[in-house]
Each structure stands twice: as structure tokens, then as C-alpha cells.
Nanobody, 123 residues
Framework: QVQLVESGGGLVQAGGSLRLSCAAS????????MGWFRQAPGKEREFVAG????????RIADSVKGRFTISRDNAKNTVFLQMNSLKPEDTAVYYC????????????????WGQGTQVTVSS
């Protein structure tokens, strides 16, 4: 069973960048489909980015495509979400998730979740 801890959130001005980290313990991330989700107040949790167990295979939500990238460092057992050109509408709690069977865009596909990290983008 894998445990996930997110870090790197904070307050940033519109147009700025942040890099979120998701440190895993208890198992190796290379064995899991990894995903980043976000949830803004009063809204459903939504898929942001995902990384397959197949190296280099990723999926990015249309709302952040061209601005966000997901990567994993297996040596550090960590997954990253690089967020550039941030917009106020990116403000949300960002969650890291892991699944050892199929991954994808559905949050219900993922069995393991971190506690979340707040990202606030000011205009």
C-alpha cells in the first residue's frame, strides 16, 4: 500500500509558476498509475493530469494543456506537477492519487490519495 504526501502549493500571482511534488512511501510509484486532481470550493473534484505506468505516457486535461506537465522521478519515488502561466481559475486544493490497475481521468479509479495542497492564484 502506498502513502502519498503533496507539497509545493502556495500563493502565486497570475502568470506565475509552481511545482507540486507528491512523495510516495510504502511502495514504488513506478508500479502505479499516478494522477493529479483538483477541487475548488463548491465544485466537483476534477482530473488535471495523469501518468501511466508506461514511461512517457501522460494525459493532460484540456483546461490546463500547454501549461501543466506531469512527470515522475522513480529514483526519488516522487511525482511532479509543473504548473506554468497560472490563472485565478486554477485556484483549488490539488490532490495526488495512485492506482495500480487502470488510472485514467475518473477519480473513483484511484485507491490512494494524499491530503492535498492548496494553490491560490491571485489576479
Amino acid at each position: 500500500q502506498v502513502q502519498l504526501v503533496e507539497s509545493g502549493g502556495g500563493l502565486v500571482q497570475a502568470g506565475g509558476s509552481l511545482r507540486l511534488s507528491c512523495a510516495a512511501s510504502g511502495d514504488t510509484v513506478r508500479s502505479y498509475f499516478m494522477g493529479w486532481f483538483r477541487q475548488a470550493p463548491g465544485k466537483e473534484r476534477e482530473f488535471v493530469a495523469g501518468a501511466s505506468v508506461i514511461p512517457g505516457v501522460t494525459r493532460i486535461a484540456d483546461s490546463v494543456k500547454g501549461r501543466f506537465t506531469i512527470s515522475r522521478d522513480n529514483a526519488k519515488n516522487t511525482v511532479f506537477l509543473q504548473m506554468n502561466s497560472l490563472k485565478p481559475e486554477d485556484t483549488a486544493v490539488y490532490y495526488c492519487a495512485a492506482d495500480n490497475s487502470r488510472g485514467g481521468v475518473g477519480s473513483t479509479n484511484y485507491d490512494y490519495w494524499g491530503q492535498g495542497t492548496q494553490v491560490t492564484v491571485s489576479s
